[in-house]
């Protein structure tokens, strides 16, 4: 279930896009200080030795990753609330072996991970354990509710829970 509407003047061919990794031994460019499979490049070949990229993953951009969080943890992606929500639900969710945990499948061609719905994950934690979360974040933070959205447990976070008063 989404709980954010995309663009619809953003071309589907825009999202997500491919990352390359370097297939040489080379480090790509001088000075970078890491391993030459470790590094995520966007040309279509070493910029040192010529050799051809290859395909690594699909990602997404910053608004494509801001909807998805906003989609997956039912808050908005900008505010102070940030530190507070990734200390509460961190750990709280596991990662999708099935795409990496980014959410796509395919090389040639990007399609949603059937596994964790596009997600990257899915949450481990216990409905009881998710509504605390929730509760304790909207008490400090009841701005941080993202408009008409659900928790992951379906709980409508566009309002506080009863008996939870606004700071």
Same mark, same amino acid.
Request: hydrophobic letters at 35%; proline letters at 8%.
């Given at each position: 279930?989404?709980?954010?509407?995309?663009? #619809?003047? =953003?071309? %589907?061919?825009?999202?997500?896009?491919? =990352?390359?990794? @370097?297939?040489?031994? $080379?480090?790509?460019?001088?000075?970078?200080?890491?391993?030459? +499979? *470790?590094? &995520?490049?966007?040309? &279509?070949? $070493? *910029?040192? $030795?010529?050799?051809?990229? =290859?395909?690594?993953?699909?990602? /997404?951009?910053?608004?494509?990753?801001?909807?998805?969080?906003?989609?997956? !943890?039912? @808050?908005?992606?900008?505010?102070? !609330?940030?530190?507070?929500?990734?200390?509460?639900?961190?750990?709280?969710? %596991? *990662? $999708?072996?099935?795409?990496?945990? +980014?959410?796509?499948?395919? +090389?040639?061609?990007?399609?949603?991970? #059937?596994?964790?719905?596009? +997600?990257?994950?899915?949450?481990?934690?216990? %409905?009881?354990?998710?509504?605390?979360?929730?509760?304790? @974040?909207? !008490?400090?933070?009841?701005?941080?509710?993202? &408009?008409?959205?659900?928790?992951?447990?379906?709980?409508?976070?566009?309002?506080? &829970?009863?008996?939870?008063?606004? /700071?």
């Amino acid at each position: 279930m989404r709980f954010a509407i995309r663009d #619809p003047f =953003v071309l %589907e061919e825009d999202m997500p896009h491919k =990352v390359w990794r @370097l297939s040489c031994s $080379c480090s790509g460019d001088v000075g970078m200080g890491v391993g030459p +499979t *470790s590094r &995520p490049c966007s040309g &279509p070949a $070493c *910029s040192r $030795c010529g050799e051809p990229t =290859v395909f690594s993953y699909w990602a /997404r951009d910053s608004i494509e990753r801001m909807d998805l969080y906003q989609r997956v !943890h039912g @808050l908005k992606p900008l505010g102070p !609330h940030l530190r507070l929500a990734d200390a509460v639900f961190r750990g709280l969710r %596991e *990662s $999708c072996d099935a795409c990496r945990s +980014t959410g796509f499948v395919g +090389t040639e061609h990007w399609a949603e991970c #059937p596994h964790c719905e596009g +997600t990257g994950g899915a949450w481990k934690a216990d %409905e009881e354990h998710l509504v605390a979360a929730y509760c304790l @974040l909207l !008490h400090r933070y009841a701005e941080a509710a993202a &408009p008409g959205a659900l928790s992951a447990v379906g709980i409508g976070l566009g309002g506080l &829970p009863p008996g939870i008063e606004p /700071r």
